[in-house]
Each structure stands twice: as structure tokens, then as C-alpha cells.
């Protein structure tokens, strides 16, 4: 065969990889930061080194991007959001997203604005977004991200939607979920995080879902990234004839939603196959309409990328009842063990294990036990009565709560939790929701939605909350005695709103905000808009009229403005009547009466110090490194108190140079620890706080790293993205 034949078949090839396969195979960490997680099996780790130990003390600001939006004073429905992105950088450009989630280009090596692309007014419902996604092939170059439920395809080089995806450049997600259904799901709830991973031309994606009993299904879903159009849906509460539909009662598919996959996606490219985590079935706290072990909630997951068919499932909890989701995307990494290389799945937790799973067999790599837990639930509740207890690694927060576990900053804070703790049963973390009430830990981590980093020495890094919550449950019927002698907003408050912020209004701490005061912070307006879009973990209430919305913000300015009158009265107990929802959904017996953080007198956790720590775990043995607090409270180490690490949202990474980066705590810092010994090497002051997962990359020979800097969480906002250099 002669040279020009050769070269054209060489030419063919190429065309066809690009026609198939697109062009992902350069997305590789080092240079950029290329991915959600920094590569596709979400390590979060960089090969750069010019920032090191050695040298990381002289990392200066190299420039700063303001996101948010300019307030409007004329316009009294603005209000502030935070950022929980983690950027990516392709070619020497960063993309990220803002605080009320438009898209932007950025010259990564200045922070100049190259392009700023606008969601379709009114698509808008203002959920967090934590990364974005990308893909090219030949020219055709685009970002993949969503905003509330429609997933949009931007054109890199313009700006502007690729009008050929979907429905003139977005689509719906939540097509697919009606699948097999006789009912509507179109008004509920729908919104994606976290990114989706791409397979060639393969996006797959999960969703987050409300976590009540109007949840919508929580499938698995993979499209075509250049049509837009659905590819496949896995059923993760499987329909008839699907493997794990007995472990539900008959026809659960049909009422029932949750299982969903909230924090993110990671793929082997050589196997073709996707990773993911799943969280609990709806409700949370109880479920008396799911007797079962309810497959596939709370499970870690391995699909086909490409068919969307199951390879295996690990199940960490059966018949979820204290809403322990998976958190963190699963990190795949290859580690030695018992002097064999294994390739395995990472999967870190809320209630704080690490689970080390066989990649190909999905079978832990350390010994697990199966141990009998207390089954005295709810009336008509079916715990299940074994769950899993891994014995390597040793888990990295509490699992109960005793009395010598109480907080000793001082005396005073001691006696006041004390008082509570002996409200409460606290005797076993698989202790059922009850009337009385229970301490648990494992609802705000363990471990978060921000992530751990691996290096290539078999090190875990992972950032740890250690905050006990009390639970205590009510029936409904007694609450919908309450909603009868309400005035009619009072009534929509308690159906919709109360679950989560209290019969108070109090809330649960920075979860769920205190609302007592709200007239102060929002107009009407702006509280109604906020609950038709939704906002952080709150759900879209799209169902809700406008004129019921109103009610609802009318009575939060209100509280006791006046008496229910007759027709608000006929118009409240018309409420109970409702409360069973005419679509998708079901009404619990039982919701959750007070749900809060056990904290003392001044706020600050119930527990001995830390409250927060950065973990270093060989996953080869099981065994920790080191372990340090993450975080201060400054007030309390002027005190003479020993730094006690607070809450962090927002993960780590690591890097050659011997680095661990991490901002996402209260304090407002943003840290670098040395991995080897956990000791802080350099720490800079934020604008605001960092709640979210910093990135690394070179352009021209210089390192750079970035963190977004939105603030929120119940404190001041902000809107940056800051990038750091030597």
C-alpha cells in the first residue's frame, strides 16, 4: 500500500474516532483542570509541583473575578445567592458558574471576562451548581450545565446555546422520569447539582429530588450529548421484572420517589462504565408505605455507561431512616493491597465510613459486618434489622453519642447540652425516628457533597463534619389538626414549609435558616419568588398558585397578625383533604417536628472538640496518617480554647507538590496542609467564605490555584472567584 493510501486511511480513522467517540481522551489533569473532580474518576488530584511545600508561604492573589450580579435596588425581588462551583479550565480558559447561575469564559491566566452567557428568563429556579461539564468534537466545542431543571449546551467559542440540542438548546430533566407511570411528574421538584459525567457521546447524569413524600423518582439518566435526546433510564426503584422491585411493596414505583444520585457521577473510561452513590427513598425518617430494604436507595452503583445496565450494587443501609445519602461522588483509584494492585471504588459517607470496594466485583476489600440494630419504630414503620458495620477504616466522626462525648469548652455550655442529651435515646446510630425523639449524627456528614482527593501513594484525603442533630417526629394527623384551626397561611406553612423549618419558623441551623425575623431580611416578593424557584437544598414549590405563595410569605411577615376567619378556616381544613397529593407522591404518617443541630447556650456544637477535622487514610492498610481540626471559631481560641475546627462544605485536593488544598470552612480561610505530616503551611483570609472545591492548573509555565468565594451558609455573601500564584 503506497504512502498517500496510508495517510487517508490514517485520515479516515481519526474522522471515525471523532464521529464516535468524540474528543475526550485529551481531557487529562495537569496542565488543565478539565473536569468536575479533575478527571473522570474524580481523584482531585494534580500532577503540578511548582507550588510546594517549599514555597507555597509566598502565594499571593493573582486576580480576583467578581460573579455576582450588581444589586438592583429598584427591584425588590433580589436576592442574594452563593456559589458552590468548582470551575474547570480547557485551552487556557476557565468556565464557571455565577451566583444566580449564568455561565462565563475567562481568560484563566488574568480572570478577564471572555463571554457570560444568561439563562432563558423564567427557566431560572435557583438551585446550587457545583461544576460544569465538557466536551468537543472537531470544532464543535460546548459546556454542558443545568439550571433548575433544563440542562443547557453552550457553544464555547460564542457564548450562545446550541440551538440543535434539545428544545432550541436545553433540555428537561425531567423527561424520562414518567416512565411506566399513569401519573404526571412534570410540576415536581426536579434539579441537578452536581455535574454528569460524558462517555464519548454519552451524557449521564443524576438529579436531586425534594425529600418528602412529593419526591420525584430519582432514575438515572443518560442522553445524547450532541441531540440532546434520552438515551436510557435505570429504574433506581425498580419497576416489574426488574431485579429488586420485591424489595418494595407492590407498585412502590408508583407513589414513591427519592433513590436518587444528588452528588455527582465519575466513570472509568476503559471499562466504559459509570460510578455513583444513590440517596434514601422518600420519606426521610419514615417509612411505614416501603416495607423492604428498598433497592436501590443508599447504594453504590456501577452501570454500563453506554446501555445503562447494571454491573453489580452495594447496598451501605437497608430501609433508610435517618436520611444518610451518599454525599460524595465515588473516587476510583488503583492501590496496593495485601501486595496485590487493585483497582476500586472510594466511597465515603455521612454518617463517616469509607467503603473500599472491588472495582469489577463491587465486593469490600475489608472486612464488613452485618450486626442487628433496634427495630421499635413508628407504629406501622418496618426497620430493617440488620446493617452493615465496616470494620476498616475506622470511621471519621461519631457514631453515638454519650455523655462523656459532651461539649467541655465550658462548664456552663456542658450543663446546657447535658439538659438536652438526657432528652433524647442515643443508645444506637440505627436507633428508629420516634415521637420522643433521638440524637444522631450523620445528616450533615461525615463526610459532604465537596469530595476527597487520592493521591498516587494510596492517600485518602477527606474533610469531616461531627455534629449530632435531635429528631423528633410527629404524626400527622395531630398536624393536620393544627393546619384546621390555622389561618389559611399558617396552614400552607405547615404543609409545605414546616418539615424542614420548624412549627416555629425556627429552622435547623444554616441546613434550613431560622424564619422568625424573615420580614426584616425579604419583602413578600421576594420571599414568594424564593419559593416558586427554590433556593440551596429548598425545593422549587412551582405547584403552588401565586396567590397561595403570597399567602405563605403574607404569614411569615405576619405571624400574628390575626385570627384564621371563617372562610380561612373552610379554606384550611380543605388543606388536609388535599394533603394527598392528585399526582405523583403520597402523604407519610409521620414528618419530622423538630429536626435541628444539638447545640449550647451560644450556638456552638454539642460535642468535645474537634468539630470539624482533614483525615489522611492509606486505603492500602485501613490505617489514618494523621488527623487535624479544620477550621477555628477566633473568639474561642482568644480564650485560651485549642482550635476546634468547625463545619466545611466544599472538599480538598491534593497535588504533587506535596500540597492538600481546602477552603469550605466558617472561618472564611482558605488552607494548605502539608500531606504528609497534616501541619498548616499557608492559610489566606477570604472575602467570604469558600464553600466549594478549589482546582489547580499551569498556563505558561505559571500554577495556579483557584477557589470560589460566595459566602452564604448563613453568612455574609459574596461572589468571587480568586486566583492564587507565586
Known amino acids: 500500500m503506497n504512502r498517500k493510501k496510508l495517510l487517508l486511511l490514517a485520515v479516515f480513522y481519526v474522522l471515525l474516532v471523532f464521529a464516535f467517540t468524540g474528543s475526550n481522551l485529551i481531557l487529562k489533569t495537569g496542565k488543565d483542570w478539565p473536569v468536575y473532580g479533575g478527571n473522570k474518576a474524580g481523584n482531585r488530584y494534580s500532577p503540578l509541583d511548582q507550588i510546594n511545600t517549599g514555597n507555597v508561604t509566598k502565594l499571593k492573589v493573582a486576580w480576583m473575578y467578581n460573579a455576582a450580579e450588581k444589586p438592583d435596588l429598584s427591584n425588590p425581588t433580589q436576592s442574594v445567592k452563593a456559589i458552590q462551583c468548582q470551575p474547570i479550565v480547557v485551552n487556557g480558559v476557565l468556565y464557571g458558574t455565577t451566583p444566580e447561575l449564568k455561565l462565563f ?69 425531567h423527561e424520562g422520569l414518567s416512565d411506566g407511570l399513569d401519573t404526571d411528574v412534570s410540576s415536581l421538584s426536579v434539579s441537578a447539582t452536581s455535574p454528569g459525567v460524558i462517555h ?88 411505614g408505605d416501603r416495607k423492604g430494604r428498598n433497592l436501590f436507595a443508599n447504594s453504590i452503583m456501577a452501570l454500563d455507561a453506554e446501555s445503562g445496565k447494571m454491573k453489580w ?11 444518610r445519602d451518599h454525599p460524595t461522588p465515588p473516587n476510583l483509584t488503583t492501590i496496593k493491597h495485601n501486595g496485590k494492585m487493585r483497582d476500586v471504588v ?53 457514631q453515638t453519642l454519650t455523655e462523656n462525648d459532651l461539649t467541655d469548652i465550658s462548664p456552663e455550655s456542658n450543663a446546657f447540652v447535658k439538659d438536652l442529651f438526657k432528652k433524647y435515646r442515643t443508645d444506637n446510630k440505627f436507633a428508629p425516628p420516634s415521637v420522643q425523639g433521638t440524637l444522631l449524627f450523620g445528616y450533615s456528614g461525615g463526610a459532604e457533597w465537596g469530595g476527597n482527593a487520592i493521591d498516587p501513594e494510596d492517600i485518602l484525603y477527606q474533610n469531616s ?128 417536628k423538630v429536626w435541628k443541630k444539638l447545640v449550647d447556650q451560644n450556638g456552638y456544637p454539642g460535642t468535645k472538640p474537634p468539630w470539624g477535622t482533614l483525615n489522611a487514610i492509606n486505603l492500602g492498610t485501613g490505617e489514618y496518617l494523621w488527623r487535624v481540626p479544620l477550621g477555628e471559631y477566633p473568639e474561642l481560641t482568644k480564650k485560651g480554647i485549642p482550635i476546634t475546627g468547625t463545619e466545611s462544605y466544599g472538599g480538598p485536593i491534593a497535588t504533587a507538590g506535596g500540597l492538600v488544598f481546602i477552603a469550605g470552612t466558617k472561618d472564611e480561610r482558605i488552607r494548605a496542609f502539608d500531606k504528609k505530616t497534616g501541619k498548616v503551611l499557608w492559610e489566606y483570609q477570604l472575602p467570604a467564605g469558600g464553600f466549594a472545591t478549589p482546582i489547580t492548573y499551569s498556563i505558561d509555565g505559571k500554577q495556579y490555584v483557584v477557589i470560589a468565594a460566595g459566602g452564604a451558609r448563613g453568612q455574609k455573601p459574596g461572589g468571587n472567584y480568586i486566583a492564587f500564584s507565586l
Open 346 to 398: 472510594v466511597q465515603a459517607t455521612k454518617d463517616g465510613q469509607v467503603y473500599v470496594l472491588d472495582r469489577d466485583k463491587g465486593i469490600s476489600i475489608f472486612p464488613v459486618e452485618e450486626r442487628a440494630v433496634p427495630v421499635d419504630g413508628l407504629p406501622g414503620e418496618f426497620p430493617w434489622p440488620l446493617q452493615k458495620f465496616p470494620l476498616k477504616p475506622a470511621s471519621f466522626s461519631h
Open 105 to 173: 469564559a475567562l481568560d484563566a491566566a488574568t480572570g478577564r471576562e471572555i463571554w457570560l452567557f444568561k439563562p432563558v428568563r423564567g427557566e431560572e429556579r435557583f438551585n446550587s451548581s457545583r461544576g460544569v461539564m465538557y466536551w468537543e468534537r472537531g470544532s464543535d466545542k460546548r459546556i454542558l450545565y443545568t439550571v433548575g431543571s433544563s440542562l443547557y449546551a453552550v457553544n464555547i467559542q460564542t457564548g450562545k446555546v446550541v440551538t440543535s440540542f434539545g428544545n432550541n438548546g436545553l433540555v428537561d430533566l
Open 313 to 323: 450494587y452495594y447496598q451501605t443501609i437497608a430501609h433508610d431512616l435517618w436520611d
Open 200 to 287: 464519548k457521546n454519552t451524557l449521564v447524569i443524576g438529579s436531586s429530588v425534594s425529600e418528602a413524600g412529593d419526591a420525584a423518582p430519582g432514575y438515572i439518566r443518560a442522553f445524547d450529548v450532541i441531540s440532546g435526546k434520552l438515551k436510557w433510564v435505570f429504574h433506581t426503584i425498580p419497576h416489574p421484572g426488574e431485579f429488586g422491585y420485591d424489595s418494595w411493596p407492590k407498585d412502590a414505583y408508583k407513589k414513591i420517589g427519592g433513590a436518587n444520585s444528588w452528588s455527582g457521577i465519575v466513570l472509568d473510561e476503559k471499562r466504559g462504565v459509570v460510578y455513583f452513590g444513590t440517596g434514601s427513598p422518600s420519606s426521610d425518617f419514615y417509612g
Open 465 to 592: 463534619n461531627d455534629e449530632p442533630w435531635i429528631l423528633e417526629m410527629l404524626d400527622t394527623l395531630s398536624r393536620n389538626k393544627l393546619i384546621a384551626s390555622a389561618s389559611y397561611g399558617n396552614a400552607l406553612y405547615l404543609t409545605n414549609c414546616a418539615s424542614c423549618h420548624g412549627q416555629d419558623r425556627k429552622g435547623n441551623g444554616t441546613q434550613f435558616p431560622d424564619l422568625e425575623r424573615i420580614e426584616q431580611k425579604l419583602s413578600i416578593s421576594q420571599i414568594s419568588n424564593t419559593i416558586k424557584s427554590g433556593v440551596g437544598r429548598m425545593p422549587s414549590f412551582q405547584q403552588l398558585s401565586e396567590s397561595d405563595r403570597v399567602a405563605i410569605a403574607d404569614y411569615l411577615h405576619n405571624p400574628r397578625s390575626a385570627r384564621p376567619t371563617q372562610q380561612e378556616s373552610e379554606h384550611a381544613e380543605n388543606l388536609t383533604k388535599k394533603s394527598k397529593p392528585k399526582q405523583f407522591g403520597f402523604q407519610p404518617a409521620y414528618i419530622p
